[in-house]
């Protein structure tokens, strides 16, 4: 069983940054893919951005050269750092892992709100 648990959501002004982390922890060898989707009020979630496994990434056109997908391998994390913040991109945040079976698995979210 794989956990995820999110941190670093909060309130920033348009045009400021945010970090969001995502700690990965259980059981697991490998992954096919880890990622970021977010979903706004009255929106389906959208995929942010994802990296696999041998390290390429991608963005959503709306976030690209924003935001920057990484991960640590030695401490299990997958981080978003937020640039240039919008307004349109406030919502609730989920890390995702996608294991070599092609399992998903989720976290609990957390709120980034951008004001204008």
């Known amino acids: 069983q794989v956990q995820l648990v999110e941190s670093g959501g909060g309130l920033v002004q348009a045009g400021g940054s945010l970090r969001l982390s995502c700690v990965i922890s259980?059981?697991?060898?490998?992954?096919?893919?880890m990622g970021w989707y977010r979903q706004a009020p009255g929106k389906q979630r959208e995929l942010v951005a994802v990296?696999?496994?041998?390290?390429?990434?991608n963005y959503a056109d709306s976030v690209k050269g924003r935001f920057t997908v990484s991960l640590d391998n030695a401490q299990n994390t997958i981080y978003l750092q937020m640039d240039s913040l919008k307004p349109e991109d406030t919502a609730v945040y989920y890390c995702?892992?996608?294991?070599?079976?092609?399992?998903?698995?989720w976290g609990q979210g957390t709120q980034v709100t951008v004001s204008s």
């Open positions: 995702n892992f996608l294991d070599t079976s092609g399992r998903d698995y």
């Open positions: 259980g059981s697991f060898f490998g992954f096919r893919t």
């Open positions: 990296i696999r496994s041998r390290g390429s990434t």
